[in-house]
C-alpha cells in the first residue's frame, strides 16, 4: 500500500510539475534511461562539456546540486571555486545534448569569494530557478522561460556563514533554508521569511536539505560533524530521524533523491554508496565497484540532479572526476 501511495504520489507530482504531457521525439537523454536497468550506470555522451565550459578551475567543488527543469529540459548550475570569481552559470540542454555558458547573473558580478554548496534549487511547477549566495541574507530568482532574474525579500536578522542550504518545498509555497540548527521558510504567499525551527542539532556549516517528492517532505540537517537528519513535512511538523552510518554534508557526501522511489543517495568519500528509505527510517548500503568515477577520498567535483520524468539521477564530474556525464538508475519505472 504504501508503495502505491509513493508511485500516486510523484505520478500526481510530474503532471502538477508539467513532466508529462504529449509525446516528444526521444532524447538521448531519455534512449539513455529507458535502456538502464535498476541499479545501473551509463555515461551520457554530450556536446560542449569540456574544460572551456567549467573554466581552468574547479567550480563545482563545494557543491553537489544542479536543478532539472521538466519544462523546458534542461539541468541548471551555478558555482565558482576558490580562485576564480565570479561565479559561473551553466546549462545543460537534453533536447540538444549540449552544454552552454549562460551569462553570469549582474548580482554576481562582485561576488570575490563563492561556492554553490546545496543553494541551487528550483520550483518546477513555475518554471522558478533560485540561487542563495551563501555566507549572505539574499536568495536570487531566475525566470527560465522569461530570462530573468530577480531578488526575494532579504532575510533580515538570520545568521550568516558559508555552507548554507535552499531548497524549495511545493507543498509549503515557499524555501526553506538550513544554517548551523536554524530553519527559515519563505513563504511565496506572504512575500516573507519566518523562522520555522531553531536549535536543531546539527553541524555548523556545510548543511543539506533535500525536498522529497515521493514522500512529500524536506529531509535536512548533517553538516561537517554531523550525521543528524530530519523531516519537514508538509504540515510544518520536524521529525528526528535516525542518524546517518556516514557523515552528511558538502565535503562528506553527494546527497540526492531518486525521482522513481524516494530513496535518498548518499555517496560518501570513503568509498560507500548508500540509500535512506523515509517511511522506514533505515539506511542500507548499495554496490560501489560498478561507479563510473573515482569516489574514495573525496565527494567533491560530483553533482547531482534528480531527471524526475526520466526515473534517473544526472551526475556531471569536473577534471578530477574526469570530465563525465553521467546516469544512474536506481529504482524501476519512471514514477
Given at each position: 500500500?504504501?508503495?502505491l501511495r509513493?508511485?500516486?504520489?510523484?505520478?500526481?507530482?510530474?503532471?502538477?510539475?508539467?513532466a508529462v504531457?504529449?509525446?516528444?521525439?526521444?532524447t538521448?537523454l531519455?534512449?539513455?534511461?529507458?535502456?538502464l536497468?535498476?541499479?545501473?550506470?551509463?555515461?551520457?555522451?554530450t556536446?560542449?562539456?569540456?574544460?572551456?565550459?567549467?573554466?581552468?578551475?574547479?567550480?563545482?567543488?563545494?557543491?553537489?546540486?544542479?536543478a532539472?527543469?521538466?519544462?523546458?529540459?534542461?539541468?541548471l548550475?551555478?558555482?565558482?571555486?576558490?580562485?576564480?570569481?565570479?561565479p559561473?552559470?551553466?546549462t545543460?540542454?537534453?533536447?540538444?545534448n549540449?552544454?552552454?555558458?549562460?551569462?553570469?547573473?549582474?548580482?554576481?558580478?562582485?561576488?570575490?569569494?563563492?561556492?554553490?554548496y546545496?543553494?541551487?534549487?528550483?520550483?518546477?511547477?513555475?518554471?522558478?530557478?533560485f540561487?542563495?549566495?551563501?555566507?549572505?541574507?539574499i536568495?536570487?530568482?531566475?525566470?527560465?522561460?522569461?530570462n530573468?532574474?530577480?531578488?526575494?525579500?532579504?532575510?533580515?536578522?538570520?545568521?550568516?556563514?558559508?555552507?548554507?542550504?535552499?531548497?524549495?518545498f511545493?507543498?509549503?509555497?515557499?524555501?526553506?533554508?538550513?544554517?548551523?540548527?536554524?530553519?527559515?521558510f519563505?513563504?511565496e504567499?506572504?512575500?516573507?521569511?519566518?523562522?520555522?525551527?531553531?536549535?536543531?542539532?546539527?553541524?555548523?556549516?556545510?548543511?543539506?536539505?533535500?525536498?522529497n517528492?515521493?514522500h512529500?517532505?524536506?529531509?535536512?540537517?548533517?553538516?561537517n560533524?554531523?550525521?543528524?537528519?530530519?523531516?519537514?513535512?508538509?504540515?510544518g511538523?520536524f521529525?528526528?530521524?535516525?542518524?546517518?552510518?556516514?557523515?552528511?554534508?558538502?565535503?562528506?557526501?553527494?546527497?540526492?533523491?531518486?525521482?522513481?522511489?524516494?530513496d535518498?543517495?548518499?555517496?560518501?568519500?570513503?568509498?560507500?554508496?548508500?540509500a535512506?528509505?523515509?517511511?522506514?527510517?533505515s539506511?542500507?548500503?548499495?554496490?560501489?565497484?560498478?561507479?563510473?568515477?573515482?569516489?574514495?577520498?573525496?565527494?567533491?567535483?560530483?553533482?547531482?540532479?534528480?531527471?524526475?520524468?526520466?526515473?534517473?539521477?544526472?551526475?556531471?564530474?569536473?577534471?578530477?572526476?574526469?570530465?563525465?556525464?553521467c546516469?544512474?538508475?536506481?529504482?524501476?519505472?519512471?514514477?
Amino acid at each position: 500500500m504504501h508503495a502505491l501511495r509513493c508511485r500516486l504520489a510523484v505520478a500526481f507530482w510530474l503532471v502538477a510539475w508539467g513532466a508529462v504531457g504529449a509525446a516528444e521525439p526521444m532524447t538521448e537523454l531519455g534512449k539513455a534511461a529507458a535502456a538502464l536497468k535498476p541499479g545501473a550506470w551509463t555515461e551520457l555522451k554530450t556536446d560542449g562539456y569540456n574544460r572551456e565550459l567549467l573554466g581552468n578551475h574547479d567550480f563545482l567543488v563545494y557543491s553537489d546540486r544542479a536543478a532539472w527543469d521538466p519544462r523546458s529540459e534542461q539541468v541548471l548550475f551555478i558555482g565558482q571555486d576558490h580562485l576564480k570569481p565570479p561565479p559561473r552559470f551553466i546549462t545543460y540542454s537534453a533536447k540538444t545534448n549540449s552544454w552552454k555558458a549562460q551569462p553570469t547573473p549582474a548580482w554576481a558580478e562582485p561576488l570575490k569569494w563563492f561556492h554553490a554548496y546545496e543553494n541551487n534549487a528550483i520550483d518546477a511547477g513555475k518554471g522558478l530557478f533560485f540561487h542563495h549566495p551563501s555566507a549572505s541574507r539574499i536568495v536570487h530568482q531566475y525566470d527560465i522561460a522569461k530570462n530573468s532574474w530577480t531578488t526575494l525579500p532579504e532575510l533580515t536578522g538570520a545568521g550568516t556563514g558559508h555552507g548554507t542550504a535552499l531548497e524549495y518545498f511545493p507543498e509549503m509555497k515557499g524555501l526553506v533554508r538550513v544554517l548551523n540548527g536554524t530553519v527559515h521558510f519563505y513563504s511565496e504567499d506572504k512575500k516573507s521569511w519566518s523562522v520555522l525551527k531553531d536549535k536543531l542539532t546539527m553541524g555548523p556549516y556545510h548543511n543539506v536539505a533535500i525536498y522529497n517528492p515521493a514522500h512529500q517532505c524536506v529531509i535536512l540537517g548533517g553538516g561537517n560533524g554531523s550525521s543528524d537528519l530530519y523531516k519537514l513535512d508538509a504540515a510544518g511538523k520536524f521529525t528526528e530521524l535516525k542518524k546517518a552510518p556516514i557523515g552528511l554534508g558538502i565535503g562528506q557526501s553527494v546527497l540526492t533523491v531518486d525521482p522513481a522511489s524516494g530513496d535518498l543517495l548518499a555517496l560518501h568519500k570513503d568509498g560507500k554508496f548508500l540509500a535512506y528509505h523515509p517511511a522506514a527510517d533505515s539506511w542500507k548500503e548499495l554496490p560501489a565497484d560498478n561507479l563510473p568515477f573515482a569516489l574514495k577520498g573525496s565527494s567533491h567535483s560530483i553533482v547531482a540532479a534528480p531527471i524526475a520524468n526520466h526515473g534517473v539521477t544526472l551526475f556531471f564530474t569536473s577534471a578530477g572526476k574526469g570530465y563525465k556525464v553521467c546516469l544512474y538508475k536506481h529504482a524501476a519505472g519512471k514514477n
